[in-house]
């Protein structure tokens, strides 16, 4: 089972940036299909970006297209989530989730990501 744990939330004004870190305990994230995804109250939990384990392809949600970039660093088993360009709907709890799945391919629905970290509060006021 991996543990999964988000940091580098937190409150910023629109425009700003901030940088989430997703740590992995077990085995290098090389091994999983690493994603983060959003949820903001009263919506469903919804892709953000995932990351395959190669880091050869990404993909993205229109919504945050050309804002947000994912990124790995396997000696640190962590993925990233930098934000730039933040906008208030872009507020929202952040989850860290590991696909850990027999093939390298992304997949952008919740159901195919096997764990998840609690999650980190991003807040960005206009």
């Known amino acids: 089972q991996v543990q999964l744990v988000e940091s580098g939330g937190g409150s910023v004004q629109v425009g700003g940036s901030l940088r989430l870190s997703c740590a992995a305990s077990?085995?290098?994230?090389?091994?999983?299909?690493m994603g983060w995804f959003r949820q903001a109250p009263g919506k469903e939990r919804e892709f953000v970006a995932a990351i395959s384990r190669s880091g050869g392809w990404t993909s993205y949600a229109d919504s945050v297209k050309g804002r947000f970039t994912i990124s790995q660093d396997y000696a640190k088993s962590t993925v990233y989530l930098q934000m730039n360009t933040l906008k208030p709907e872009d507020t929202a709890v952040y989850f860290c989730?590991?696909?850990?799945?027999?093939?390298?391919?992304?997949?952008?629905?919740?159901?195919?990501?096997?764990?998840w970290g609690q999650g980190t509060q991003v807040t960005v006021s206009s």
């Open positions: 989730a590991v696909d850990d799945g027999a093939r390298d391919t992304i997949s952008s629905r919740a159901a195919s990501y096997d764990y």
């Open positions: 077990g085995r290098t994230i090389s091994q999983y299909v």
